[in-house]
C-alpha cells in the first residue's frame, strides 16, 4: 500500500498482539470512531464512488454505514489516493 500522506510513503496494519493495549480495543473491533485516543485516519478516495461505506463501530460484529463525507467528517480523516496498483 502506498500513501502519500504527510510525507509517509507507506502504510502499515499494527501487529496484532499490540492492537489492544496500542487501542484499548480487542481484534475485530477497532474502530476510528470515538477512539480513545485520536489517530491519523486515511481513506482512499475510491470510497467516494460508493453511496455508504462500512465502517467498525467499536465492537466486534457491529457494523456503520455512513456516507464517506461522514465518516471523514466524525474522524478528521483524510481523503486522498492511498492505494496504488
Known amino acids: 500500500m502506498f500513501c502519500g500522506f504527510g510525507g509517509n510513503r507507506k502504510v502499515e496494519t499494527v501487529a496484532l498482539k499490540e492492537v489492544q493495549p496500542l487501542t484499548g480495543y480487542i481484534r475485530g473491533g477497532v474502530t476510528a470512531l470515538a477512539s480513545k485516543k485520536d489517530y491519523p485516519v486515511y481513506l482512499d478516495e475510491t470510497a467516494t464512488l460508493f ?11 457491529m457494523l456503520l454505514l455512513l456516507f464517506p463525507s461522514d465518516y471523514l467528517r466524525a474522524v478528521n480523516g483524510t481523503l486522498g489516493a492511498i492505494v496504488q496498483n
Open 51 to 61: 453511496e455508504q461505506i462500512t465502517v467498525s463501530g467499536g465492537v466486534r460484529g
